[in-house]
Nanobody, 121 residues
Framework: QVQLVESGGGLVQPGGSLRLSCAAS???????MGWYRQAPGQQRELVAV????????NYADSVKGRFTISGDNGKSTVYLQMNSLKPEDTAVYYC???????????????WGQGTQVTVSS
């Protein structure tokens, strides 16, 4: 069973920084790794995603220039460095991995348990 372990959330003041990490295990191959977030009463939205192999990266417009996603293929780990945080960045952040659990399984989406990020003074 694919496992995603997230860490790094917490409370930070506006303008501060946090770094999220997500380590995947028990997965055969990874196509992409990324981060989504969901604020209360809102739909889950893409924050950033990186495609393994090509290193193609996409960011939500709201985080461009402030957040940086990076991956460590050898460790099947993805990071999200969040700088210049704003109150509107407050949300539960979810790690997403798109890949194949076994050679016989089709590509699928796997999700972490979520980590709370709160930006408040």
């Amino acid at each position: 069973q694919v496992q995603l372990v997230e860490s790094g959330g917490g409370l930070v003041q506006p303008g501060g920084s946090l770094r999220l990490s997500c380590a995947a295990s028990r997965i055969f191959s990874i196509y992409s790794m990324g981060w989504y977030r969901q604020a209360p009463g809102q739909q889950r939205e893409l924050v950033a995603v990186i495609t393994t192999g090509s290193d193609n990266i996409n960011y939500a417009d709201s985080v461009k220039g402030r957040f940086t996603i990076s991956g460590d293929n050898g460790k099947s780990t993805v990071y999200l460095q969040m700088n210049s945080l704003k109150p509107e960045d407050t949300a539960v952040y979810y790690c997403n991995v798109r890949g194949r659990a076994t050679p016989l399984r089709a590509r699928d989406d796997y999700w972490g348990q979520g980590t709370q990020v709160t930006v408040s003074s």
